[in-house]
């Protein structure tokens, strides 16, 4: 079976995902390729690959899981025994259930995962006071990318007489984080459940209201309409997945997030993590 064209899907807010896809797309065999971005299109017709194609699946981790805006916006395609490349990308702590989540998910819609990755982005809650996984994907992680995609080119697609080889990711190699870091965090996260029971608060990003120059970037940038244009100072709770595109995104620095998981995250999740794959 000879892989004739590529598809990628990718849901990426903050950009890393996308970066990501990109430079293992790279290490492949250039062929015709088509680019469908779900961070701001919410597509409402079917799309169906044929099994000819290759898929590729690029999303981020959020709470060990794919954003459940991400699946929505997926929900509607489909592939007709398809390869697919599954790639989750996480903020340096763990992706947890991500890539078996979005195995089911695109199995479910006829697409039989090839290869799957783990992959490194900054973390969105990362600022200057919680540096976390600062500037990543770098160009190291870029160079891995690549050259798992040509690795996998090489080993696996290229001339495949019947169907490549399906993949599981239950086989993913784990992660693996210091006892006493993860003791912390997990201390942390139990700490500030109990005290959410007893007083809810949450909290969404923000500009003060006479540091806000009503650029409008951060409409734009929003993949969820949660910032009204002459509004941009707020957020609209009910709309806002807390992605932080707005705030990297905000040209004078002023919309900020100040989400409680930036302090441990940062202190327990300074290791550096590389590369995670199977194919
Ligand atoms: C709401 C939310 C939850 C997150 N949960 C996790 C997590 O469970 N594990 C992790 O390592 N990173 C987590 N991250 C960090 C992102 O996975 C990481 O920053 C990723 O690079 C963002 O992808 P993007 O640039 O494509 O938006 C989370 C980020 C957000 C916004
Ligand atoms: S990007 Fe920043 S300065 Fe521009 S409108 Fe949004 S919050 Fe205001
Ligand atoms: S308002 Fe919320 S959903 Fe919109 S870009 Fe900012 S963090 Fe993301």
Known sequence: MDIEKITTFCFSPTGTSRKNLLAV???????????????YDNPSQMKTLKGEDLAIFSVPVYGGHVPPVALQRLDK???EVTPAILLVTYGNRDYEKALNQLE????????????AAAMIGEH???????????GRPDAADLASAQEFGAKLWE?????????????S??????????????????????????????????IYPFAPADQCTHCGNCVGLCPTQAIAVGKEEVTDPARCIRCCACVKGCPSGVRT???????????????????????
């Open 25 to 39: 797309l790279s290490g492949l065999k250039e062929m015709e390729c088509q680019h469908v971005d779900v961070t």
């Open 77 to 79: 395609v489909r592939g």
């Open 257 to 279: 997030f100040d989400s409680p998981f930036a302090a441990p995250l940062s202190k327990n999740f300074q290791m550096r993590r590389e590369l995670l794959y199977i194919y």
């Open 124 to 134: 969105s809650y990362s600022n200057a006071q919680n540096p976390i996984a600062v």
């Open 155 to 167: 080993e696996k697609l290229s001339g495949c007489v019947d169907s490549p080889r399906e993949i």
């Open 104 to 115: 089911d998910f695109v199995r479910e819609r006829g697409f039989i995962p090839v290869a």
């Open 169 to 202: 990711t239950r086989q993913m190699p784990k992660v693996k984080t210091p006892w006493q870091n993860m003791l912390r965090f997990v201390w942390f996260v139990l700490g500030y459940q109990r005290q959410q029971k007893k007083n809810p608060v949450k």
